[in-house]
């Protein structure tokens, strides 16, 4: 139960970034949707928060897999951050495609593990 958990919080991750990703693109305020500005918090917690648990609860040991998907995960909120940045004028679109890589990139490599 707990691994269909972590991927249904994989896929609501993923899911979420695209629809932010989206309206920004297109110059919609998805700040404004309260849920849009919560859920994706809460879900990438809950992702981390199943991971770990599976981590620890299963006799994973600490692979190369498991540190790649690791790093393309940090390299994903990195891009993300880079991407929704407030700060920044104009969202790069390279930033998002950047964190959609690495994030697709961490789901591929555990469906392959």
Not at 84 to 109: D, V
Request: contains cysteine; hydrophobic residues 65%; proline residues 3%.
């Amino acid at each position: 139960m707990l691994i269909s958990l972590h991927v249904f919080f994989a896929f609501l991750s993923l899911g979420l970034l695209i629809v932010r990703g989206g309206m920004q693109l297109s110059g919609k305020d998805w700040r404004a949707i309260k849920w849009l500005k919560i859920l994706p918090h809460l879900a990438d917690t809950l992702l981390i928060v199943s991971g770990l648990s599976l981590f620890f609860l299963l006799p994973f040991e600490l692979e190369d897999w498991l540190i790649v998907k690791l790093c393309l995960l940090i390299l994903y909120v990195v891009f993300a951050a880079k991407f929704f940045s407030r700060k920044a004028t104009k969202s790069n679109p390279i930033f998002l495609l950047l964190a959609l890589a690495s994030f697709i990139g961490a789901i591929l490599i555990a469906y392959i593990h």
